[in-house]
C-alpha cells in the first residue's frame, strides 16, 4: 500500500522538507519562497513540472501532500503554515474555503472520473469499445454484482465524493448544470438510491493513491473502480511497460464528474505577502499559459483547464489512447456540484446513513517499547480524532448508529482488562475508549498474533451480509510468533481484512506484510500514529 497520504513531503527547488518559518527570508516575506499543501493527487505534477520551474528560476517551493480532510481542517481553521492550497478538487476546497479567504483560485487542469476496470473485465460487461456507456448501465452492473467494485471513501478522497454526488445527481434527476438540493438529498428516491449504490462497493480505500496501489496489486478482488482519468493512464503506462494487461475506461454519461485541481493564494493578514505572490502568480501562469508546461500536462494525461471542456485538439494518442477506451473529446458537462450545506449533509450522510455497518476491532500495541518512543501518545491522540465523536466529526469519521467498535491492548498477551466493545455511536460509550487507552500505561513484550486470534474469535462469528468486519492492527515491534499460524488461517478463512500499521524502525514489515496479504488487508508503514489511524478508520 502507498505511504498513507496524510503527511508526505517532497521539496521542490532548495528545500528543508517542512514548512519554513515566517515563509522565508527576503523581503516582502520571502520574496523567492512559496509553500504550497497539496492532495496527493498532484505528485506527479510536482515532481515533474513545478520541482524544476522552481529550480530553474531559484525559487523555493517547499510541497507538503496532505490528503483532502487535512488540506480542509487546516484551511478552516486559520492554519498559516502554508501559503497556496492546492486541492484535488473543488468539493474539499468549500468545505475549506467556507470563509472565502483563498484568492486567485483557479483550476490548473481538468480530469474526469471514469469507471475503469481491467480490459477483459469490460470486455466481458460489454462497456469495452462503447464510446457512450450510460450511468444506468454502470448502475445495473454494480448493484446487479456483476463485477465486483473499489472506490475511495467519500468522506476521505476527492474522487469518492465526485462519485458520490455524481450519482446523488443522477438519482435527483439532475442534468449536468443543475446542482443538487437539500430538498433532495432528504428525498428517499436519492436516499435509498445511494445507499444501494453504496452498499453495492467492495471495498472504500481512504486515498486514491492506495486505491490505485491496491487494486492493480490485487486484481482478483478488484475487477473494476472509479478513479481519475489521468491516474489510469499513469498505471497504464507502468502495466504495458511490464508487459501487462491494461485498464479500460468508460465516462458514466448523465452524471460525468470532473476534478479541477484548484490552486488558490492564501494571503497574509499584515499584507507582508507580496513575494510570496509573485511566486504564486508565476507559477500559476506557468502552468496555465506555458505552452511547455501545457505539453507536459497532456503527456501526464491532464486536460486543460483553459481549453474548451474536455476536448483536445491533436491528442497524443500514445497518452490519450482509444485502446484504453480514452477519448480525446468528451461531449459532456460536467455536474455542479451544490452548496457547502449540502455537502457536508451529504458526507454525514455517508458515514451515518449510506454506507454498511461496520465491526472494527483495533487490536492496539500496549508493550513497554511503545512508551520509550512516544507511540503510545500517539496512540492516545489517535484515539480522541477517532472515537469522540465531536473531532470524528471533524474528520468525517463518525460511527455509524450500527457499527460495533472493539478495541484490544496487547503486549505479551491481551491485556488491561480488554477488549471493550461499544454498540453504536454512543458518545459516551466511544469516549470511554478514549478514557481506557490514556490510562493505560505500556509495559511487557509483543505478541500481536493474540490479539488477532481473539479479534478472529470475535469477528469471525456468523454475520449478515450487510455489515463488513476489518481489523486494525498496530506495532512498533517484532512479534512472538505463537498463535501465528491459528490466528492468520482464521482470519483469512473469515475474510477478514487486516489494515497492518508499523510504527516506528523497529516494527517487522514483512510480518506485518504477511498479515495483510493473508486477509486481503493492507500495510501500512508509518511514524504519524493519528494520521495512520485516522487512515485505517476511512476504511470504512
Known amino acids: 500500500?502507498?505511504?498513507?497520504?496524510?503527511?508526505?513531503?517532497?521539496?521542490?527547488?532548495c528545500t528543508s522538507g517542512k514548512p519554513t518559518e515566517g515563509g522565508g527570508g527576503g523581503e516582502g516575506g520571502g520574496s523567492t519562497s512559496l509553500r504550497i499543501v497539496a492532495g496527493s493527487e498532484q505528485e506527479t505534477v510536482v515532481n515533474t513540472i513545478v520541482k524544476p520551474w522552481c529550480a530553474s528560476k531559484g525559487y523555493t517551493c517547499d510541497v507538503t501532500?496532505?490528503?483532502?480532510?487535512?488540506?480542509?481542517?487546516?484551511?478552516?481553521?486559520?492554519?498559516r503554515d502554508y501559503d497556496a492550497y492546492w486541492f484535488a478538487s473543488s468539493v474539499f476546497s468549500q468545505l475549506g474555503d467556507k470563509a472565502n479567504v483563498l484568492r486567485d483560485v483557479k483550476p490548473m487542469f481538468l480530469t474526469p472520473v471514469v469507471f475503469a476496470g481491467w480490459r477483459s473485465e469490460m470486455r466481458r460487461l460489454g462497456f469495452a469499445g462503447r464510446p457512450d456507456v450510460a450511468i444506468a448501465d454502470i448502475l445495473r452492473a454494480v448493484e446487479s454484482g456483476q463485477t465486483n467494485v473499489w472506490v475511495t471513501n467519500p468522506t476521505q478522497s476527492n474522487s469518492g465524493a465526485t462519485v458520490l454526488f455524481g450519482f446523488l445527481n443522477y438519482f435527483a434527476g439532475n442534468g449536468p448544470g443543475r446542482p443538487?438540493?437539500?430538498?433532495?438529498?432528504?428525498s428517499p428516491a436519492v436516499e435509498q438510491g445511494v445507499t444501494r449504490f453504496?452498499?453495492?462497493?467492495?471495498q472504500t480505500p481512504p486515498s486514491t493513491g492506495t486505491l490505485m496501489t491496491e487494486c492493480v496489486a490485487r486484481p482478483d478482488a478488484c475487477r473494476t473502480m472509479f478513479t481519475y482519468e489521468d491516474l489510469v493512464i499513469e498505471k497504464n503506462q507502468e502495466l504495458v511497460r511490464a508487459g501487462k494487461e491494461p485498464l479500460v475506461v468508460a465516462y458514466p454519461r448523465g452524471s460525468l464528474a470532473i476534478s479541477d485541481a484548484p490552486l488558490g493564494f492564501l494571503p497574509d493578514p499584515d499584507n507582508a505577502d507580496a513575494g510570496r505572490r509573485k511566486v504564486f502568480t508565476e507559477l500559476q501562469d506557468h502552468l496555465l499559459k506555458d505552452a511547455g508546461a501545457q505539453a507536459q500536462l497532456l503527456r501526464?494525461?491532464?486536460?486543460?483547464?483553459?481549453?474548451?471542456?474536455?476536448?483536445?485538439?491533436?491528442p497524443d494518442l500514445s497518452v490519450f489512447n482509444p485502446e484504453?477506451?480514452?477519448?480525446?473529446?468528451?461531449?459532456?458537462?460536467?455536474?455542479?456540484y451544490p452548496a457547502t450545506p449540502v455537502i457536508e449533509a451529504a458526507l454525514d450522510r455517508y458515514q451515518t446513513r449510506y454506507r454498511r455497518p461496520v465491526n472494527t476491532f483495533?487490536?492496539?500495541?500496549?508493550?513497554?517499547?511503545m512508551s520509550s518512543n512516544d507511540g503510545w501518545d500517539g496512540v492516545k491522540a489517535a484515539a480522541h480524532q477517532v472515537f469522540d465523536q465531536d473531532q470524528a466529526a471533524l474528520?468525517?469519521?463518525?460511527?455509524?448508529?450500527?457499527?460495533?467498535?472493539?478495541?484490544?491492548i496487547f503486549n505479551s498477551g491481551v491485556t488491561a482488562g480488554s477488549p471493550w466493545t461499544v454498540q453504536g455511536n454512543d458518545g459516551a460509550g466511544l469516549h470511554g475508549l478514549t478514557e481506557k487507552i490514556n490510562s493505560y500505561e505500556p509495559t511487557g513484550g509483543t505478541n500481536m498474533y493474540t490479539c488477532l486470534r481473539r479479534a478472529m474469535e470475535e469477528l469471525g462469528r456468523s454475520q449478515s451480509n450487510d455489515r463488513r468486519r476489518l481489523v486494525v492492527l498496530m506495532t512498533d515491534g517484532q512479534s512472538d510468533t505463537r498463535h501465528r499460524e491459528s490466528a492468520l488461517s482464521g482470519l483469512k478463512a473469515s475474510g477478514v481484512p487486516v489494515i497492518a500499521i508499523a510504527f516506528g524502525r523497529d516494527a517487522d514489515p514483512g510480518q506485518l506484510k504477511e498479515v495483510a496479504s493473508a486477509t486481503g488487508g493492507a500495510f501500512v508503514q508509518q511514524d504519524d500514529l493519528v494520521a495512520a489511524l485516522r487512515q485505517a478508520a476511512g476504511y470504512k
Open 180 to 186: 443538487l438540493t437539500q430538498e433532495q438529498l432528504d
Open 198 to 202: 453504496i452498499n453495492a462497493m467492495d
Open 65 to 79: 501532500l496532505k490528503g483532502s480532510v487535512d488540506q480542509a481542517r487546516l484551511l478552516a481553521a486559520g492554519s
Open 300 to 314: 501526464l494525461g491532464r486536460r486543460p483547464a483553459s481549453g474548451v471542456g474536455l476536448t483536445l485538439d491533436n
Open 1 to 13: 500500500m502507498a505511504v498513507v497520504v496524510a503527511t508526505m513531503v517532497m521539496a521542490a527547488g
Open 324 to 336: 484504453w477506451g480514452i477519448q480525446a473529446t468528451v461531449n459532456e458537462q460536467g455536474i455542479q
Open 362 to 369: 483495533y487490536c492496539l500495541d500496549g508493550s513497554g517499547s
Open 395 to 408: 474528520n468525517f469519521l463518525l460511527t455509524h448508529p450500527q457499527d460495533v467498535t472493539t478495541v484490544g
